[in-house]
């Protein structure tokens, strides 16, 4: 019986014959292993840009969203538990849909991204990969959506196919990622700068959590990360906790933690930080970093007002917007 | 942020042509009702028995080999 090793992610996972990795749905069938769920996603939607969240990628935009079950965390507040924390075969709903399919639908249904989302892109990562080369060759954009937990080779290769990456930073502690998300940080942090390094459009999120990932420590510390490996234009949405799956014994992030988090992350230097999960909250827009001219009027996930002219734009510095307009 | 997504486990069904012309709205930069923000799910995949996937996944090696 032969046991293989799973080399996609920091896990490692030695599975055996007839087993599944961590992610649940990598299975060793008589020492092949199998991406269980390629070309069977259980939740298709088209969302807006926005949603994602991408706030600095063709704003105002639908995006064709797609995810199989899985993932390779298991974090205690998982929104998307349902999909993520269940194997392939656990699903009420399996699509068959293939990598052409996908790409052929996005096209009919007026969408010029794809998302890799939902769950954990990572896991099904073949899946990803096959879809995002048709998508390229089609012209259309790919946006990975993920918790970034992946080991430097698959990930340089899947960047070469990827145009936008929002990161979901869990917290800024290795404590914080062992206790909350059965996982570890500094693979995380690696594969951000391994996607700068590509070219890829990164921006991160960070869930607030009130009395876990909080603190200034962590806060300020990630904004400052960012701001010196990443660059400070880099945006960085904060948003907001809501009691989901095991940590139901939270209250949802007050507002006034989200913006005091929001002023440490700007006073670390960043441009761009956002606050997320809250409709009407005052740091949903986007302003430009020069004049403060308010380029992108946002409420909520809609778009009131975009002020940028041709190529991203300021209309009244004329600088260029950091980001992917056109 | 992975948004909540009780909908994931939802059938398939053709989306309503009122939220589709509100997505579209939106996307011109109209504010419009929060119907906007419901995702909708496209019409064309069978949701149904799928056999399971027989694609051999990238990276990965025998566990008596070292990597
Ligand atoms: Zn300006």
Partial sequence: MTTVVCELCPRYCAIPDGGAGDCRIRVNLKGRLIATTFGRPSSVHIDPMEKKPLYHFFPGTPIFSLATAGCNLHCLNCQNWQLSQRGGEEMEEIYHAPPEMIVATARAERCQSIAYTYSEPIVYYEYVHATAQLAREAGLNNCLISAGYINERPLRQLCRVMDAANIDVKGFTEDFYRRICSATLAPVLRGLVVMREEGVWVEVTLLIIPGENDDPLQVRGLARWIHDEMGADTPLHLSRFHPHYRMQNLPPTPVDTLLRCRQMALDAGLHFVYVGNVIGNGGESTYCPHDGTLLIERFGLVIKENHLLAGGRCPVCGNPLPGVWT | ?67
Avoid: C, Q, W
Avoid at chain 2, 21 to 50: E, Q
């Fill in chain 2, 1 to 67: 942020m992975t948004p909540k997504n009780t909908d994931s486990m939802e059938k398939t069904k053709l989306p309503d042509r009122t939220d589709r012309r509100a997505f579209l709205l939106a996307g011109l930069g109209i504010a419009t009702t929060a119907v906007v923000v419901m995702p909708s799910s496209p019409g064309n995949f069978a949701a149904r028995p799928v056999e399971r996937s027989l694609k051999e996944a990238d990276f990965y090696r025998p566990h008596d080999r070292a990597g």
